[in-house]
């Protein structure tokens, strides 16, 4: 299990999520220049995996839900310009993604947020008993709702808040393991109930403009990521977004905080220190990493690379690779499925 208070935020915490979240392939993109830190709370609950994390920065992350999986969580808190595949997300904000495709969210400093990654099969038995054994969960209703409306709600955030309580202790000694089982059931039963019970005016809408700005820079982002390798210039984005520099920067803004310039640094920097962090040392350079991130300047790569992440690029590369966590969470999950 990893264990970091809250009250303490560690620079490189952002590995360990990723890493305990590799079975989505979870990407981030940090929005900001300066060291990163986060605090990370994880563990199995029965055939699922439940973290907490807390971040003191905003960034843009990616991530694809494994076929007969699924996601619930709970955004306890977040500022404004945070969202989720162009919808967006206000504090006390529940949330179920369903395997289908990339998911996209964008989460601002100070964001705190709980989740479970657990088999959907466990979430379709939950929804048969609760409301018919033939239908259908309606992926829709579940995606986004805020908890601040109903008592269903408030109930739902204070269940999210007590598993992570309950996850960060250590277990007491001769505490049955089932204690945990029945109260993840709990809370995923609430979970549906708050999110299919939940008005219209507690689920979050995208204005047209916003909906507008978020599909300008999915294109721009698209066209960066298939030309890393070389220098891309802001009319080379615009061409590929179909809009002036004017309307280009404006969406990035509106969607990132950023420019696009910017964000193209970013994402290369950070797809950098992904390579590095699962590279073999013995096989890639910090050189071969940088030059198919499009990082030319090699001094200048080190020294921006050092400011973000709190090291330089050889130091990562040389680190111990974390521990997987996947391997361990389908081997569990699939001795957990044959008895």
């Known amino acids: 299990m990893i264990c970091e208070r809250s009250s303490a935020l560690l620079s490189g915490d952002l590995i360990s999520l990723g890493n305990i979240l590799k079975v989505c392939d979870m990407e981030t993109i940090m929005l900001g220049a300066h060291l990163h830190r986060a605090a990370i709370v994880s563990d199995y609950i029965g055939d699922s995996i439940f973290c907490h994390f807390e971040t003191d920065f905003s960034f ?138 939940a008005p219209a005016d507690d689920r979050p809408h995208s204005s047209r403009g916003r909906r507008a700005h978020y599909q300008i820079v999915q294109r721009a982002e698209q066209y960066m990521r298939e030309n890393m390798r070389r220098v891309i210039y802001l009319d080379e984005m615009c061409n590929a977004a179909g809009v002036s520099e004017r309307a280009l920067r404006y969406a990035f803004d509106d969607v990132y905080g950023v420019s696009p310039n910017r964000y193209l640094c970013m994402l290369r920097l950070c797809t950098a220190f992904r390579a590095l962090v699962f590279a073999d040392a013995s096989r890639r350079s910090v050189k071969s990493v940088a030059l198919s991130c499009g990082l030319w300047d090699l ?35 699939a001795s957990a499925t044959r008895h």
């Open 299 to 333: 001094s200048r790569f080190a020294e921006s690379y050092r400011q973000m992440f709190g090291e330089l690029p050889r130091d990562t590369l040389m680190r111990e690779p974390p521990a997987d966590m996947a391997p361990a969470f389908e081997s569990r999950n």
């Open 60 to 197: 843009h992350g990616r991530f694809v839900i494994p076929p007969q999986w699924c996601v619930m969580g709970c955004v306890h808190r977040t500022l404004k310009a945070s969202g989720c595949s162009g919808m967006p997300i206000c504090s006390d904000t529940a949330f179920t993604v369903m395997p289908a495709g990339t998911s996209e969210f964008i989460l601002g400093p100070g964001s705190r947020v709980t989740l479970v990654l657990m088999p959907l099969q466990r979430l379709q038995r939950k929804f048969a008993q609760l409301v018919h054994p033939e239908l259908e969960v309606p992926a829709r209703l579940l995606g986004l709702f805020n908890l601040a409306g109903t008592a269903l709600g408030v109930s739902l955030r204070l269940g999210y808040e007590s598993m992570r309580e309950r996850v960060a202790r250590e277990h007491a000694p001769g505490k049955p393991a089932e204690d945990m089982e029945i109260a993840l059931d709990r809370l995923l039963e609430n979970h549906l109930l708050a999110g299919l019970s």
